[in-house]
């Protein structure tokens, strides 16, 4: 499913990557996810309608089931799960809440968000019953208000613990796990990204192992948005590298994600710049190879259980971003990889140049690539 950011690079062309790319991230939160998320937002409000309508034929009396009440019952069931939505917004990554609970451990993390949504559930559950039946009876405040406090508070523990799994193994692994999609080796055709930190080793020495892991971890957790933003999905962190992959596809205004992703996460980086300076004295510096290919993506492991990701298309990557140190430039991408994409205007590509990979008989053509 295309998002709203690629309709308006097919709309407008690469041309206006960039700019479309900066409209997308100057938009609201909760504009922006529900750019993002329409199909499912328009789920939550059509389960909502049916579930207040399934509530309303098993529990109330049968003088009570005419056309009104089936009506206001829907309602109600959009009001609740219309909240749950705009809770998980509001507590998402994106959000300064949501990124303030990121930090915390997770139990912390899980705890607390069930109760924002359990207290928003409550409050928007009494308002609607007001509103809609004109009275709050005695019954509904001695009965169903416990129940739908109970009820909230439980749905948003399972909801939390979900979130924090998905988190923990991610969302590849886990849909893998429950539907077997990667239990036996597939092949698929991805671009992959290899981006590390600069000068890691030199920063260790000069701050200390600790403090340079705390400056990575911040760095990891800023950059999550902009590949969020391009539609990017993190496959590895390893060390201070990160490894982010987008399907092949046969739009060449697509395929140039990985480009503008890249430099998306320049611009945040430089715009964090102070913050960088003032908590760690360093603004970090990285480095990213880019290719195309076909990658085999299995499940390995038993007691921990991982995905895997295999072929001449990592070490490809993996090499290109060497080769950025080599060259001392900052984005390197193969030759492969620019003939599947068109690139966008504002960018230079560099004359192409012979670079052998480890275990590769035939060297691979490098372009650097410069704002």
């Given at each position: 499913?295309?998002?709203?950011?690629?309709?308006?690079?097919?709309?407008?062309?690469?041309?206006?990557?960039?700019?479309?790319?900066?409209?997308?991230?100057?938009?609201?939160?909760?504009?922006?996810?529900?750019?993002?998320?329409?199909?499912?937002?328009?789920?939550?409000?059509?389960?909502?309608?049916?579930?207040?309508?399934?509530?309303?034929?098993?529990?109330?009396?049968?003088?009570?089931?005419?056309?009104?009440?089936?009506?206001?019952?829907?309602?109600?069931?959009?009001?609740?799960?219309l909240t749950v939505w705009a809770v998980q917004a509001s507590t998402g990554a994106r959000s300064p809440l949501g990124a303030a609970l990121r930090r915390l451990p997770l139990a912390a993390d899980v705890i607390l968000r069930a109760l924002v949504m359990t207290a928003a559930l409550t409050v928007v559950g009494a308002s609607l019953q007001?509103?809609?039946?004109?009275?709050?009876?005695?019954?509904?405040?001695?009965?169903?208000?416990?129940?739908?406090?109970?009820?909230?508070?439980?749905?948003?523990?399972?909801?939390?613990?979900?979130?924090?799994?998905?988190?923990?193994?991610?969302?590849?692994?886990?849909?893998?796990?429950?539907?077997?999609?990667?239990?036996?080796?597939?092949?698929?055709?991805?671009?992959?990204?290899?981006?590390?930190?600069?000068?890691?080793?030199?920063?260790a020495e000069a701050m200390g192992?600790?403090?340079?892991?705390?400056?990575?971890?911040?760095?990891?957790?800023?950059?999550?948005?902009?590949?969020?933003?391009?539609?990017?999905?993190?496959?590895?962190?390893?060390?201070?590298?990160?490894?982010?992959s987008w399907p092949v596809t046969d739009d060449p205004a697509r395929n140039a994600r990985c480009l503008a992703c890249f430099f998306a996460i320049e611009r945040k980086i430089a715009g964090l710049a102070p913050d960088y300076e003032a908590k760690f004295g360093v603004v970090p510096a990285f480095r990213a190879g880019i290719h195309a290919g076909a990658v085999v993506v299995s499940e390995c492991g038993d007691a921990k259980r991982q995905l895997a990701y295999f072929g001449d298309t990592m070490n490809v990557a993996a090499r290109l971003c060497e080769y950025c140190k080599t060259i001392n430039r900052r984005l390197v991408v193969s030759g492969e990889l620019l003939r599947l994409m068109q690139i966008p205007d504002g960018l230079e590509v560099g004359e192409g140049k012979s670079v052998a990979a480890r275990g590769r008989q035939e060297p691979v053509e490098a372009h650097v690539v410069e704002h």
């Open positions: 499913m295309m998002s709203r950011l690629d309709h308006e690079i097919k709309a407008r062309g690469p041309a206006k990557l960039a700019g479309a790319a900066e409209s997308a991230i100057g938009r609201s939160v909760f504009r922006r996810i529900a750019a993002r998320q329409s199909g499912v937002l328009v789920g939550y409000l059509l389960a909502g309608f049916v579930g207040g309508l399934a509530y309303r034929l098993l529990h109330d009396e049968p003088a009570e089931r005419d056309l009104a009440n089936f009506l206001r019952s829907g309602l109600h069931g959009v009001g609740l799960f007001l509103v809609l039946y004109r009275s709050v009876g005695e019954s509904w405040l001695t009965l169903d208000l416990p129940m739908i406090v109970a009820a909230s508070f439980a749905f948003s523990m399972v909801v939390g613990v979900m979130s924090g799994i998905r988190r923990l193994v991610g969302a590849a692994l886990l849909t893998s796990v429950l539907l077997g999609t990667y239990h036996r080796p597939t092949r698929r055709r991805l671009i992959v990204m290899f981006l590390d930190l600069a000068n890691s080793t030199r920063l192992e600790l403090r340079v892991h705390d400056l990575i971890t911040r760095f990891f957790f800023d950059i999550d948005e902009p590949i969020g933003d391009f539609d990017g999905a993190v496959l590895a962190y390893v060390g201070d590298e990160v490894i982010v």
